[in-house]
């Protein structure tokens, strides 16, 4: 499948004063796109960014520096927003999208099965994405194939109408407001604090709370558990197996959360967006990674941020590729990434905080 344009080539649109660009998932998923908004930011520098989004993107970015102006919260929508079938936004939505007149509208959520035909509803001047196989084009569009780095995804897509850039590894601001937070929650974290996060959206991306807990005693230093409400057994599963007391974490925003990580010398976590969040900050991380989402999702460099890999191809229960695109998912969820030993993952902490 070749890229295709709209014949006026891959350079920049002329007369771009307002950007519409979705992305509407989850907070890693956010992370990885920031180089492509930058870029976007950079090749137009006059223009407004409208990322249209879930209201946790609001809360988060509403007054943050960074590429984006505001924010639109999208209603459910079956493909973008919410799996589930039958959910469509009512025509008024689209109408009050339509009268923000788009100069630009770029899709970086997906192969555009559902995300290209909403794109074109927006009326914008031009249209810019990714396409699958099975999803209609777009004006300009770059082809989506499952296993390539997410970042790098969107930075092709960016380079569609003009934004390039060289700076890969995101980076996000943090604020007083969100040191303030931190203080107000936790007081003043000490110095060489080690954050610890085991939780993860996909069981098979978690490592075993007792090999964090190990991790820990290996370091001699402060430590705290991060985690959300949702994970609080498991945090305290990790702070209950550290022979050394841990603090757990489990009530503060995204925005302490940023403020906690900016002020640790390394964060130890599974593939999750705290490790994302904590690497765009400018923390040094360790990530416990399968090897298939090491691919789409990793780090991008090595002097602050070392991925530790598992090579696990099968599910450990019944022995179904994880790396066949044509397979399902099997309904089992033990972890992928339990072979990765405490060791290993060890050895990269200590390098980071200089032996």
């Known amino acids: 499948m070749t890229a295709r344009t709209d014949g006026s080539g891959n350079g920049p649109v002329d007369g771009v004063e307002r950007i519409a660009v979705l992305r509407a998932n989850a907070l890693g998923d956010y992370v990885v796109a920031v180089p492509a908004l930058d870029a976007l930011r950079r090749a137009y520098p006059g ?14 970015l509403t007054g943050r520096p960074g590429p984006v102006d505001d924010v639109v919260v999208l209603p459910p929508i079956t493909g973008l927003t919410t799996p589930e079938p039958g959910h469509a936004a009512p025509d008024a939505f689209y109408a009050g999208l339509a009268e923000r007149r788009f100069d630009l509208a770029v899709q970086i959520h997906g192969g555009g099965r559902h995300s290209n035909p909403f794109v074109r509803r927006l009326g914008a001047r031009v249209t810019a994405g990714l396409r699958a196989p099975d999803a209609e ?24 109408v003009g934004a390039a850039t060289d700076r890969v590894e995101p980076r996000i601001a943090v604020t007083d407001a969100d040191r303030a937070e931190l203080a107000a929650t936790l ?13 993860a959206t996909d069981p098979r991306r978690r490592w075993p709370a007792a090999n964090f ?40 925003g995204l925005g302490g959360l940023a403020a906690l990580y900016e002020r640790c010398s390394v964060v130890v976590s599974n593939d999750t967006g705290s ?23 990793g780090p991008l460099t090595r002097t602050r941020h070392r991925p530790v890999i598992s090579w696990t191809v099968a599910c450990p229960t019944c022995g179904a590729s994880g790396v066949d695109l044509t397979a399902g998912r099997c309904p089992h969820d ?11 993952v060890a050895e990269q902490v200590h390098d980071l905080l200089g032996g």
Do not use: K
């Open 275 to 297: 490790r994302h969040l904590a690497a765009a900050v400018g923390t040094p991380t360790v990530g416990i990674y399968w090897c298939g989402n090491l691919v789409n999702a």
């Open 137 to 160: 084009p777009l004006d300009r569009w770059a082809p989506y194939a499952y296993f390539q780095h997410e970042t790098l995804r969107f930075l092709e897509v960016a380079a569609l």
């Open 187 to 199: 007081g003043e974290p000490p110095p060489g604090l080690v954050a610890l996060h085991p939780g």
């Open 213 to 252: 807990a190990a991790v820990a005693d290996r370091l001699g230093r402060p430590v705290v558990v991060t985690g959300t409400p949702a994970e609080e057994d498991l945090v305290m599963e990790t702070v209950a197996a550290a022979r050394d007391p841990a603090t757990p974490v489990l009530n503060l």
């Open 334 to 344: 033990p972890s992928w990434v339990d072979g990765v030993t405490v060791d290993e």
């Open 47 to 60: 223009a407004a960014i409208t990322l249209l989004a879930n209201a946790w993107h609001a809360d988060f």
